[in-house]
């Protein structure tokens, strides 16, 4: 595997970055996942958009200008196999003495990418099994840290249930019941009477850039959609529950917290849009 390391693309065996780096200290950087189809990255501008908001958000100045990380990612593409890949970028606020702060005057930032295999979407086709948990995370989730310890405890929650994905769950304002937030590592669509509900965006989830191709689709196609903020009865309640994310694609919740969703098997909005999304990721 050929990743790329400070301005040099290197065997992953020979990158090497100092135990002082924040990204490790203290989890002080942002990330980026890409879909490569055919060799080309699927909605490269929407996701370098996103690493913008994400750097302005941690007050990280961008190291490169949009055809930098073009000509950084062409040459990961062309260096890794197979066809379809997925970029991860991941960017933090350099080497420093260890102190809380920014480092003052600051150090150049450390930039790193890889790229790793797409994993086949039909794998999602049978439909995946999900349990829910209290979302716990901090209140800026719309910034895409690396800091992801909260995501990767809710995450195991899944795995140690046997399960694909946590379904989050925000604690609503006092009186107000509990409201889905997204996946651990995913946006979450509910699909009830025909119609596509749709978390709203804000600080409180990562606006996912599949979520925006799935609700793209649902206004090119004329399919029912609706974004507003879902309670978590409507979540237990639903016909169809979707995952979506740039390594998974689109892929129907079948269960959850051990019971079925709807018929417990994927439904005919899962299909619709699955069969669309094939069509669009070209
Ligand atoms: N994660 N919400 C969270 C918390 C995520 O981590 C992700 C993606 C998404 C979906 O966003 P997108 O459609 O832009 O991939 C939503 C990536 C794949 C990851 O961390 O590996």
């Not at 062309?78 to 379809?84: I, Y």
Request: proline residues 9%; aromatic residues 8%.
């Amino acid at each position: 595997m050929t990743i790329y390391l400070n301005g040099q693309y290197m065997p992953v065996e020979d990158a090497k970055i100092s135990v002082l780096d924040r990204g490790f200290i203290f989890g002080d950087g942002v990330y980026e996942v890409i879909p490569v189809y055919s060799r080309r990255a699927f909605r490269l501008a929407e996701h370098l958009r996103r690493l913008q908001h994400s750097l302005d958000e941690i007050r990280l100045p961008n190291p490169h200008s949009l055809t930098e990380w073009a000509d950084i990612i062409t040459g990961l593409i062309a260096a890794n196999e197979p066809d379809d890949q997925y970029l991860y970028l991941h960017i933090t606020r350099g080497v420093a003495r260890r102190d809380h702060p920014f480092p003052n005057p600051p150090v150049p930032p450390t930039v790193f990418a890889m790229s790793n295999p797409l994993p086949a979407p039909r794998a999602g086709l049978l439909g995946v099994s999900a349990v829910t948990a209290v979302d716990n995370r901090w209140l800026r989730c719309d910034i895409k840290a690396i800091s992801l310890l909260p995501n990767v405890l809710l995450r195991q929650m899944a795995v140690d249930a046997g399960c694909a994905e946590t379904v989050l769950l925000r604690a609503g304002t006092p009186g107000e019941a509990a409201f889905l937030t997204e996946g651990a590592a995913s946006n979450i669509f509910v699909v009830k009477n025909g119609v596509l509900l749709a978390p709203p965006k804000g600080q409180l989830m990562l606006p996912g850039i599949t979520y925006d191709v799935i609700l793209e689709i649902a206004e090119a196609c004329d399919i029912p959609y609706s974004v507003r903020k879902i309670p978590a009865d409507e979540v237990f309640d639903a016909d169809e529950l979707l995952l979506t994310s740039s390594t998974r694609e689109v892929m129907a919740i079948t269960h959850l917290d051990g019971k079925p969703v709807g018929n417990a098997v994927p439904g005919p909005m899962f299909h619709k849009i699955y069969q669309l999304y094939q069509e669009f990721k070209i």
